[in-house]
């Protein structure tokens, strides 16, 4: 038979070309449900009373210089925006690592633009500067911070540098920090991922990355109907990878473990809390 043929009959038996699309998580932990009820309860009590409540996580990261940006934007017919034929990285410009911090309670994000590599130390890195910049001024009074963070990652629940840098950051804020993880397989539940990354992906949808000033630009341009305000800013700083975190420094770590999963949920103090 003909493909043309081939094509008609599998039309009639009611088949056509689609793509694969992303649907399946993998398997779901049994207590899923009850973690997001669990991270939902922490956020209003922590609300409830005036304190800061954070989503983290690290954006895609982009490679900068003259590449195809997915997306479409208007421009003169016939005239689309001319880019590389080829995505190799540019040695010199290289790639920009965007780790974005999202205030929920105030619909405000911070975005921490970095160059190097997305490590504990530039997470936590990223979250200091939000503060310094941006949750300060917000929260004078604080006392507590609660961060929401995927599971896996640069910030991720098994990650001990994570929490030892937490542990660095609690102490020079003299504030405790409340850290709660989804589970495995649903880190885009995690608010940063559809309150405040997919306008970013909008705003630049279509326009080639080419410097990392406009990285930067288009993302503190970012802005919703309903009020979201971005700041950015480029950070220049190196970060080693490979940082091992010995049992002992693990052990000095004051941290205080939920009864509820415990390795999703848990709060490190102050050492001067003592």
Same mark, same amino acid.
């Given at each position: 038979?003909?493909?043309? %043929? @081939?094509?008609?009959?599998? +039309?009639?038996?009611?088949?056509?070309?689609?793509?694969?699309?992303? %649907?399946?998580?993998?398997?779901?932990?049994?207590?899923?449900?009850?973690?997001?009820?669990?991270?939902?309860?922490?956020?209003?009590?922590?609300?409830?009373?005036?304190?800061?409540?954070?989503?983290?996580? %690290?954006?895609?990261?982009?490679?900068?210089?003259? /590449?195809?940006?997915?997306?479409?934007?208007?421009?003169?017919?016939?005239?689309?925006?001319? @880019?590389?034929?080829?995505?190799?990285?540019?040695?010199?410009?290289?790639?920009?690592?965007?780790?974005?911090?999202? $205030?929920? %309670?105030?619909?405000?994000?911070?975005?921490?633009?970095?160059?190097?590599? +997305?490590?504990?130390?530039?997470?936590?890195?990223?979250?200091?500067?939000?503060?310094?910049?941006?949750?300060?001024?917000?929260?004078? $009074?604080?006392?507590?911070?609660?961060?929401?963070? $995927?599971?896996?990652?640069?910030?991720?629940?098994?990650?001990?540098?994570?929490?030892?840098?937490?542990?660095?950051?609690?102490?020079?804020? !003299?504030?405790?920090?409340?850290?709660?993880?989804?589970?495995? !397989?649903?880190? =885009?539940?995690?608010?940063?991922?559809?309150?405040?990354?997919?306008?970013?992906?909008?705003?630049?949808?279509?326009?080639?990355?080419?410097?990392?000033?406009?990285?930067?630009?288009?993302?503190?341009? *970012?802005?919703?109907?309903?009020?979201?305000?971005? *700041?950015?800013?480029?950070?220049?700083?190196?970060? =080693?990878?490979?940082?091992?975190?010995? $049992?002992?420094?693990?052990? =000095?770590? /004051?941290?205080?473990?939920?009864? /509820?999963?415990?390795?999703?949920?848990?709060?490190?103090?102050?050492?001067?809390?003592?």
């Amino acid at each position: 038979m003909s493909q043309r %043929t @081939v094509c008609d009959l599998l +039309d009639e038996l009611g088949y056509s070309l689609q793509a694969n699309r992303k %649907t399946k998580e993998g398997s779901s932990h049994p207590d899923r449900d009850q973690q997001f009820m669990h991270i939902s309860e922490k956020v209003k009590e922590l609300q409830s009373i005036g304190q800061p409540v954070i989503s983290v996580d %690290t954006k895609k990261k982009e490679m900068i210089g003259e /590449f195809k940006n997915g997306g479409q934007e208007w421009e003169k017919k016939g005239k689309p925006v001319e @880019v590389n034929v080829y995505d190799f990285p540019d040695p010199i410009l290289g790639k920009a690592i965007p780790y974005g911090v999202y $205030d929920i %309670t105030a619909n405000k994000g911070w975005v921490n633009v970095g160059i190097d590599h +997305d490590t504990s130390e530039f997470a936590v890195e990223s979250i200091r500067r939000w503060w310094r910049e941006m949750g300060s001024p917000l929260y004078p $009074d604080a006392k507590e911070l609660l961060i929401t963070a $995927d599971g896996g990652g640069s910030n991720g629940s098994r990650v001990r540098l994570w929490k030892l840098e937490l542990q660095k950051l609690a102490d020079e804020l !003299g504030m405790a920090i409340n850290v709660c993880h989804f589970p495995p !397989g649903t880190s =885009k539940w995690n608010k940063i991922e559809h309150k405040m990354f997919s306008f970013i992906s909008q705003n630049w949808r279509g326009r080639p990355l080419i410097t990392r000033e406009v990285v930067v630009n288009l993302i503190s341009n *970012t802005r919703t109907k309903k009020g979201l305000e971005i *700041t950015a800013k480029l950070d220049i700083n190196s970060y =080693k990878t490979g940082i091992k975190v010995s $049992d002992e420094e693990l052990q =000095k770590i /004051f941290i205080e473990k939920d009864d /509820f999963h415990g390795e999703w949920n848990y709060k490190i103090k102050p050492k001067s809390s003592r």
